[in-house]
């Protein structure tokens, strides 16, 4: 199983994965340098860096630097506890550099009007695959989404019975009516979606959201969607509000700390007094 086939297969898939390399070894030490393991987001491995505890604890690693997307580096000292590994006892050290391999991430958007064309275009500059859904094959069509990964026009209910966001994907809600918002954000919050996003006045998110527990779904499971969506720049057209959509899934991305106090939770209560909000 070639390595980094698998590498190119994660990536496209959609999903994590860590790649760990040998990158300094001194002694002895059971593989060699440049040695390499891909990690995948289940836990299972393609390759070696040498087996015993020092690939235990790698694989531990990775799974962190997946987490964090940041990069790590382990060293490693075979000579000085025995008990470390029996197996391992090869009086080297070694340095392993683990690096994230993420793909790019996939932002599904529900709603082809003015709103999600330009997000669409906004989106793929940063960087952003996009799949656009609407009923409407005058709006959801390769005209007006030419570099879409996937364009569906077909039934909301048919769509989301069909793809599986993975839990590196966002999701955006913007579709041009309360009832099919309601429909598209109770799918949501039953995915991985990593970012959650519907578009709205506070007042209609409330009302939203109070409609949906009222047919039997938890609080407790709007708390990661961001309603109202998008950074508080004052947008008021179309391309403003993608510009702070995408701003506010960029920052999710990179887990700035300064996006992280605005992850907002719906507050299912009562508010006649009108929010700021980017839409």
Not at 21 to 50: N, Q
Not at 153 to 158: G, L, P, Q, T
Request: with cysteine.
């Amino acid at each position: 199983m070639d390595i980094y086939e698998e590498l190119v297969q994660l990536r496209r898939e959609g999903r994590r994965g860590a790649l760990a390399t040998i990158i300094t070894t001194t002694g002895s030490i059971p593989s060699y340098s440049s040695a390499k393991m891909l990690v995948r987001d289940d836990g299972t491995v393609v390759g070696t860096i040498g087996g015993g505890c020092v690939e235990a604890e790698v694989i531990t690693g990775a799974r962190k630097v997946m987490e964090r997307e940041k990069p790590e580096t382990f060293e490693f000292s075979l000579n000085k506890n025995p008990s470390f590994d029996t197996g391992l006892v090869c009086g080297g050290t070694l340095e392993v550099f683990v690096e994230p391999i993420l793909g790019d991430p996939t932002l599904y958007i529900f709603g082809a009007g003015h709103v999600g064309l330009n997000t669409y275009k906004v989106a793929l500059l940063a960087g952003f695959q996009v799949v656009v859904i609407d009923d409407r094959a005058s709006f959801a069509n390769r005209e007006r989404f030419p570099e879409a990964k996937e364009v569906y026009a077909e039934d909301w209910n048919k769509v989301m019975e069909t793809i599986k966001p993975p839990d590196t994907s966002f999701i955006l809600v913007v579709t041009r009516g309360h009832r099919e918002d309601m429909r598209v954000l109770q799918w949501a919050t039953d995915t991985k979606a990593r970012y959650i996003g519907m578009i709205g006045s506070k007042r209609k998110v409330i009302t939203v959201c109070k409609e949906l527990q009222k047919t039997g779904v938890p609080a407790a499971k709007f708390d990661r969607v961001h309603a109202p969506v998008g950074f508080d720049i004052g947008a008021t057209t179309p391309e403003e509000i993608a510009v702070a959509v995408v701003a506010e899934m960029i920052a999710v991305r990179r887990h700035a700390q300064a996006a992280l106090p605005h992850m907002r939770r719906l507050q299912l209560v009562a508010d006649e007094e009108p929010i700021k909000t980017a839409v």
